[in-house]
């Protein structure tokens, strides 16, 4: 039986996905297709830490830097591109390896998308502050009553995702985990690989210090300098990405360099913590790298 040709390679930030994928291209001729929301930014090559040209330049390199700050690129609409690329490459027999950090984006290939409405901002602040006057523990038995599976794999502490299954449940009568097993997956059985990088943690994080220090030398303080001189608003993407409001808040006179990088150390820092326990959670069956 041929082996698949698609492998999607997933792991936290400053994990060495970039260069496993650059080893795994030269040996199988692969194209590399960003699986990552932030390196979808032209504005963010070193906030995202980007491949750089000369990286690119080693292998095909696809969906990288190719959205405008101004522009909001969802989980859904990354798909929709991604599966005629996919497809172009499964007819001319050339593999694809999908990499990045993005968890939802691979739950879009491998389980499908919920295509659950809108839940109104009112209905999203009501179910946070129900969560914050009673308490977690009083919040899981509340939902546990109308989503219990959702309860069940939803991990301790994370606000989030229990007021969002509360929030879909109150606003479409319907629980999130219902919504959710009415989906297909893109990408059929058998068809894909997975494999995650899973450093030790504590090493995991020296990684993600070294890195911020070397995105300020890269130039971080010019790259956010430059989005924020064109007043884009502070709800889309890019302007969400690790560093930029910690970056703008020094360049605004409000904090010092050293500060803003601290504050972004211990930003990347926790962004890698909740991939990795994303990834641990979501992707069982994946091989560990």
């Given at each position: 039986m041929p082996e698949p040709l698609i492998t999607l390679l997933a792991g936290p930030t400053a994990s060495g996905k970039s260069r496993r994928a650059l080893e795994m291209a030269a040996r199988t001729g692969a194209v590399i297709i960003n699986a990552d929301s932030q390196q979808l930014y032209a504005d963010?090559?070193?906030?995202?830490?980007?491949p750089s040209i000369e990286e690119e330049a080693m292998a095909e390199h696809r969906l990288y830097g190719v959205a405008d700050a101004t522009d909001a690129w969802s989980v859904g609409r990354w798909s929709r591109v991604i599966?005629?690329?996919?497809a172009e490459l499964a007819a001319e027999e050339r593999p694809a390896l999908l990499v990045g950090g993005t968890g939802l984006y691979f739950t879009s290939l491998t389980m499908g998308l919920a295509n659950i409405p809108d839940v109104p901002l009112e209905v999203r602040e009501a179910a946070g502050a129900t969560f914050d006057a009673g308490g977690e523990a009083r919040f899981r038995r509340r939902l546990a009553e109308a989503d219990p599976a959702a309860v069940a794999r939803i991990e301790a502490g994370d606000r989030q995702r229990l007021t969002r299954a509360w929030a879909v449940a109150q606003h479409t009568g319907r629980t999130l985990s219902d919504w959710t097993a009415d989906t297909t997956p893109l990408l059929a059985p058998g068809s894909w690989t997975g494999l995650v990088i899973e450093p030790e943690r504590a090493a995991l994080y020296a990684t993600c210090d070294r890195r911020v220090a070397q995105m300020v030398e890269a130039g971080a303080l010019d790259e956010v300098r430059a989005l924020v001189a064109r007043g884009l608003d502070p709800a889309?993407?890019?302007?969400?990405?690790?560093?930029?409001?910690?970056?703008?808040?020094?360049?605004?006179g409000e904090t010092t360099l050293a500060a803003a990088v601290e504050a972004t150390r211990q930003a990347t820092r926790n962004y890698a913590k909740r991939q990795l326990t994303w990834f641990r959670n979501q992707t069982p069956g994946w091989t560990r790298v």
């Open positions: 963010l090559r070193v906030l995202s830490a980007r599966m005629p690329v996919l889309l993407p890019a302007m969400k990405a690790v560093g930029v409001r910690e970056f703008a808040s020094h360049l605004a």
